[in-house]
């Protein structure tokens, strides 16, 4: 070696020499051309020179050795032969497999041929990252969270997701999906915070972590307690937090969006309360998460006041005076044939014997609308606007259910006589709603009874009815049961007579008073073992309060009034007549058949007082009941006893009775009492009465049968007897007579209507005379021609209705609806 070095720098300085003296001569003319070429120096070339991997990277080089007759090369990782576990390791051929550290690392490949020439690259590596965002989130237990990983300095972005390092989460934790999805456990109760982990696929020493936390969606209602009327609506507001959905849904007692029971809420939280007093939970849950809701608490109370104005009850009030004092419409000027007639006519499914209710600006569909309410033997209720004649009904609430052997009780089914096995034939062809129903005109629920034969087996129901929708009030349909101490028959055979609805026909018309329903029921055609049953419900819960029965030892003494109502005054006391049938009270006994009653409120158990005529013996004999007619209550009367009633029969004796002393049972006479005297005379005999006398500016109408209209003036206590030529109508009325009606506006415009029903199948007669002069007829539905003001056949007892310009008369089939002609 040390003597090719020496020769080496002997040819350098030679050379150089030559190069000096040429230079020394010019170097022109100067032959260099038979000189020998150098030799070539051996490179060696890397490529490439620079490279960036990550640590589960490798990396190929090439070396290329130039002016050399060997390529092959040694390989160096940071002067480290082939390298090592530290700076990482490279094949003989060139492929760079780095350590697991991040750094930039030097390759040098080293010619074999000559070690002195070598080439030399850098390699930087690198660690792979992930990122995952977003870094933190806050959600809901019903909300899910999106996450996405990003892998840098890597070849494969794929990661793999754990959840406080559960791969892929639980059900404790939470699950994330191969896509980043996180969703919260379904079970989670409380809140907390959990670790997302991503975990490179390509290393999976390598991960990124983020963090998210679950909060509870909670709900607040307010106000959390409200009271309000059953007239008034209220508004809820829910409040969600840790939610991105505030909405909610309501529930009222466990019904969303509530009912027409327990009261309705809108989505927007406005309560809209039922009919009945009550204590309600409002109930808001959240859409995003049903299982969050909070609660709150309204109470419903009766409103202080009334709303609900109209003819609400049989006779237009409990007095029975069956006057209505707001009519401004209709006037003895304006009441004609020219003027006044029939405007059109609402088909309805069966016979209207229940006098049509009235009552205005009731909300439904979003209007008000003045409403006439009608019940029909085939058992359905209607609402109709009464401005609209063409319109279809409002609304029809049905009792009957064919398909489930529910239907009405057909005529050939009631009781028959026993000797002709006839089935009566009182009411036709079936029976179903046949007494007046009743609203409440605090609550607006219109209270009525209606017979049903389920299967063959005969029943009565009250219902309550919403008049805004003629919705069945929740606990409503309740069947009427009753029994009393007595050993009549039916009998229980524990002492007890019971109630039995195929007997017993339920004619009188609905009583409201002081929260409480009343009714009573009497006979078809006498046949069977039937009683007079009085009977009080609990108007808002439909429960039985007390029964009583006029014959619970004896025989008959039923209670219907020729469809008139029980009678209640301003002290809460109930006045009712009886039918004949036995009658022992005055010697010992407890039957009260041909008698009138006064109850102390609901306590039936015993009459506190009564009044029964001297010769009721006689009356029961001849089927001359005194209970035709029901009471009415004067007003308070400033001469004499102040508190009269006004009661007649079938025998046409019209009764004046002290209703605070009521006098009891003389067998002498009737003298304890005010008054009594015949109503009128027919061919020597008196002229039967049926139906319940009226009252209007100190004057008592009666219509008698086979007689007239007759108006007898209140003179210092007693009823006038000798009538003027102007107290009597000019025409007369057939058998059965009619129950009259007022109309005025206060003391002025008195009208006196009469429906004229005698005939079986005859239209009937509408009737009008002026209150002030009776002997005068305004009007008579069958004046014109052509039957254009014919209200159609007629229906046994009916009692027309008339309010806000109106007349309402059910007959067969239909209502008709009479007023001022266009």
């Keep these: 070696m040390k003597r090719s070095l020496d020769t080496r720098a002997s040819g350098a300085i030679a050379l150089l020499l030559v190069g000096f003296c040429a230079a020394c001569s010019g170097g022109a003319g100067t032959d260099t051309s038979s000189s020998p070429p150098s030799p070539a120096q051996v490179v060696v070339k890397i490529a490439p020179t620079v490279a960036s991997i ?68 850098t390699v930087t590596v690198k660690l792979i990252g992930v990122a995952v965002t977003p870094a933190a989130a806050s959600i809901s237990t019903a909300q899910t969270q999106q996450f996405a990983a990003t892998v840098v300095n890597g070849t494969h972005p794929a990661v793999t997701w754990q959840v406080d390092g559960v791969q892929g989460g639980n059900a404790t934790v939470g699950m994330i999906s191969p896509a980043g999805l996180y969703t919260p456990s379904p079970t989670t109760t409380t809140a907390g915070t959990h670790s997302i982990t991503a975990t490179s696929v390509e290393d999976p020493t390598r991960s990124g972590s983020a963090t998210v936390t679950v909060k509870l969606i909670g709900i607040t209602v307010s106000p959390t307690m409200a009271l309000i009327s059953t007239l008034q609506p209220q508004q809820f507001t829910a409040t969600v937090v840790n939610s991105t959905n505030p909405k909610v849904t309501w529930q009222v007692d466990g019904i969303q969006g509530g009912n027409a029971n327990v ?15 009550a204590a309600h939970s409002i109930t808001a849950t959240s859409i995003q998460d049903p299982t969050k809701s909070s609660s709150a608490t309204v109470t419903v109370r009766f409103p202080p006041s009334q709303m609900f104005s109209g003819v609400l009850t049989y006779h237009n009030d ?47 569909a979003g209007q008000l609308r003045n409403v006439v309410f009608v019940a029909t033997e085939h058992n359905s209720v209607y609402a109709f606007d009464t401005d609209n004649g063409t319109s279809a009904p409002l609304w029809q609430k049905s009792f009957i259910d064919p398909a ?34 009743v609203i409440d005109p605090a609550t607006g629920i219109l209270y009525v009874v ?41 009998n229980d055979g524990q002492g007890n007579l019971v109630f039995d609805a195929r007997l017993e026909n339920q004619r009188t018309a609905l009583l409201l008073s002081n929260n409480v329903v009343y009714f009573g029921t009497g006979s078809y055609c006498d046949f069977g073992d039937h009683h007079g049953w009085f ?44 039918g004949d049938g036995t009658f022992d009270a005055a010697f010992g006994g407890n039957n009260f058949g041909t008698s009138m009653l006064k109850f102390t409120g609901a306590s039936l158990s015993v009459p506190s007082d009564y009044f029964t005529p001297w010769n009721q013996d006689s009356l029961r004999k001849v089927n001359a009941d005194l209970g035709t007619g029901g009471a009415l209550l004067l007003p ?95 025409n007369t009325f057939p058998f059965i007579g009619a129950t009259p009606a007022i109309s005025a506006n206060g003391s002025d415009n008195g009208i006196v209507w009469a429906l004229q029903t005698g005939g079986s199948g005859a239209p009937a007669l509408l009737h009008a005379y002026p209150a002030a002069d009776i002997s005068r007829k305004l009007y008579s539905s069958d004046e014109i021609p052509g039957g254009r003001d014919n209200p159609g056949p007629a229906v046994k007892f009916a009692v027309p209705t008339i309010a806000n310009g109106k007349v309402y008369v059910g007959a067969q089939g239909q209502l008709s609806v009479f007023g001022l002609l266009p």
């Design 263 to 277: 009261g309705t809420i809108s989505a927007a939280g406005v309560y809209t309360a039922p009919p009945l007093e």
């Design 54 to 121: 990550s640590t589960i990277q490798t990396q190929a080089l090439t070396a290329t050795v130039v002016n050399g007759t060997n390529p092959a090369v040694t390989w160096k990782v940071d002067g480290v032969q082939g390298g090592n576990a530290t700076v990482g390791m490279i094949s003989p051929a060139g492929l760079y497999t780095p350590s697991p550290a991040a750094a930039t690392r030097s390759i040098t490949a080293t010619s074999v041929e000559d070690p002195t020439k070598s080439g030399s690259a």
């Design 535 to 578: 009977l009080a419900y609990d108007s808002k819960t439909l429960n039985l309060l007390a029964a009583f029965s006029s014959t619970p030892t004896g025989l008959e003494g039923g209670i219907w009034q020729s469809g008139g109502g029980a009678a209640a005054d301003a002290g809460g006391n109930v006045y009712i007549i009886t």
């Design 636 to 730: 308070d009367q400033p001469v004499g006893p102040p508190h009269l009633l006004v009661g007649t029969g079938k025998q046409g004796i019209v009764y004046l009775v002290d209703r605070d002393n009521m006098g009891g049972f003389l067998a002498t006479g009737d003298s304890q009492i005010v008054q009594s005297f015949p109503g009128a005379t027919c061919g020597g005999g008196s002229c039967p009465i049926f139906g319940t006398p009226a009252y209007f500016n100190g004057r008592v109408y009666i219509v008698v049968g086979q007689d007239r209209l007759k108006a007898y003036s209140l003179i210092d206590g007693p009823l006038s007897r000798q009538l003027s030529l102007s107290a009597q109508s000019p």
């Design 318 to 364: 409990n007095a029975r005076t069956g006057q209505n004092l707001q009519e401004p419409v209709l006037t003895p000027d304006n009441v004609n044939s020219l003027t006044f007639g029939k405007l059109f006519s609402f088909p309805v499914d069966g016979y209207v014997y229940a006098q049509p209710l009235y009552v205005s600006n009731v909300p439904i």
């Design 450 to 490: 209606a017979k049903t034969k389920e299967n063959g087996v005969h029943k009565y129901r009250i219902h309550a009815l919403d008049i805004t929708s003629g919705v069945d009030i929740s606990g409503t349909g309740v069947e009427i049961q009753a029994s009393v101490p007595g050993t009549a028959q039916p």
């Design 404 to 437: 489930n052997g529910i239907t009405t009780v057909p005529s050939s089914d009631l009781p028959k006589d026993p000797n002709t096995l006839v089935p009566c034939a009182d009411i036709t062809p079936e029976v179903g709603i046949t007494s007046t129903p």
